[in-house]
Structure formats: structure tokens, C-alpha cells
């Protein structure tokens, strides 16, 4: 069978047309009809998530949050709402993509191929030998030991950051190089995740500061950053 696809939607209708088409595209198929038994299904490590928002127990948005935090499938995330706001806050909370009740399960199938074919985040390891370390199968950041969980949006932007210590990257350049839906996101959503990765960071690392702004320019990691333990 090819990848594994676990399909969370609790309309029978809907997860019935969605589970034949994944399977006849040659895909093996988990079912779940609420969060709880998504988040079981979840350690069986599907490739994608095809993810409704709208479930019995919770929304989606939720679980998405959730899995921010750690190793997780690729989502796609179906929603009967299909304004711009909608589409934006999935794709800002970390979906890879988003498809608008009612839809064509052969389109469904395409999106799931598309994102499969997407190269996974490149993340470096050691950077500068200055103590920050970025772990690209645990997502996670570390700083002279201490480890920092960053969301996977937040944990791209410092790896941009870092990979070039005192370059200052525009807010445009940052959306094309961290967002997998640069077009669809905005300005104020680069300041947001920039500054409660700088939180995160500052927490991490007491008395230092991370990250630059450079007014009408951008966001560049300081190149004495982080200082001595």
C-alpha cells in the first residue's frame, strides 16, 4: 500500500467518498469520526492528515495546535467556511493545506500527492558553534543544553535567522521562505510569530536578546547571539 493517510471527519457521507478515492488512488486509509480517536490514530504516524475543523468533540484548529509541538503528519484541513480569515488561520496555525466543503474527492487526492511531494523543512544543526542546536526530527531547538518547543512555523523562521547571524530578512522574505502559503499570509502574522519566538527565546536564554528589528527593513538574529552559559 502507499502512504497513510488518516481521514478525520465525522460525516459518514463525506469520510466514506474520501476513504474510496484515497484508496483507489492507492493510499491506505485510517478512519476517525472525532479528535479522541484521531489522537490514537496519530501513533500509528500517518504521512497526512486529512483533518475537518468542524468535530464532535473539539475543532481541529485545536489538534493542529497540538501537534505543533512535536513530530506530526502533513494536514489538510476541510471546512464547510471557506472565507479568507478561515483559510488564513489554518494555514498560519501550521496546516499545509486547506479545501472548502463541498469539494471533489479526486481534487482531495491531488492535494494530498501535492503535499507529499513538498521536500520537508531543511534544517541545519549546530549553527555558529555559539550553542544553539536545531533537531530536525524532534523540532526542537536547544541553547547550551536548554530545550526550547517551538511551534514548526516559529522553528523555521529561527532556522532562516540563523543560518545567517546579523542578516536582516524582510518581512516578505521571510513569509517566502517560511510559509508553505506565502501568498495567502500577511504582514502582521510575520511581527506575531517573530515576536513570541523571541519570547520563547528570551526565556530560554535570561538577560540576552535575540533578535533584532531593524525598522522598515526586518528581523535579524544578532550575531553574538546566544552569549556564553
Not at 77 to 98: C, K, M, P, Q, W
Not at 188 to 203: E, F, K, M, P
Request: proline letters at 8%; charged letters at 25%.
Amino acid at each position: 500500500m502507499g502512504s497513510r493517510i488518516l481521514v478525520v471527519e465525522d460525516e459518514t457521507t463525506i469520510g466514506d467518498s474520501v476513504d474510496i478515492a484515497l484508496r483507489q488512488a492507492g493510499f491506505s486509509v485510517l478512519r476517525a469520526q472525532s479528535l479522541s480517536e484521531a489522537r490514537l490514530l496519530l501513533k500509528t504516524r500517518p504521512e497526512v492528515m486529512v483533518l475537518d475543523i468542524g468535530m464532535p468533540d473539539g475543532s481541529g484548529l485545536d489538534l493542529c495546535r497540538e501537534l505543533q509541538n512535536g513530530p506530526a503528519p502533513r494536514i489538510i484541513f476541510l471546512s464547510a467556511h471557506g472565507t479568507e480569515i478561515d483559510r488564513i488561520v489554518g494555514l498560519e496555525i501550521g496546516a499545509d493545506d486547506y479545501l472548502t466543503k463541498p469539494f471533489s474527492p479526486r481534487e482531495l487526492v491531488a492535494r494530498v500527492r501535492a503535499v507529499l511531494r513538498r521536500p520537508p523543512p531543511r534544517v541545519p544543526g549546530a549553527v555558529a558553534g555559539r550553542g544553539l542546536v536545531i533537531d530536525p526530527l524532534s523540532r526542537r531547538a536547544s541553547i547550551h543544553g536548554t530545550v526550547v518547543d517551538l511551534p514548526r512555523l516559529q522553528l523555521r523562521i529561527l532556522e532562516i535567522l540563523a543560518a545567517e547571524p546579523g542578516r536582516v530578512f524582510s518581512r516578505s522574505q521571510l513569509m517566502d521562505l517560511a510559509w508553505d502559503h506565502p501568498e495567502e499570509a500577511l504582514d502582521r502574522a510575520v511581527d506575531s510569530q517573530v515576536r513570541h519566538l523571541r519570547s520563547a527565546l528570551r526565556q530560554a536564554c535570561a538577560g540576552s536578546e535575540p533578535i533584532r528589528t531593524v525598522r522598515g527593513e526586518g528581523y535579524a538574529l544578532d550575531e553574538h547571539w546566544p552569549p556564553p552559559p
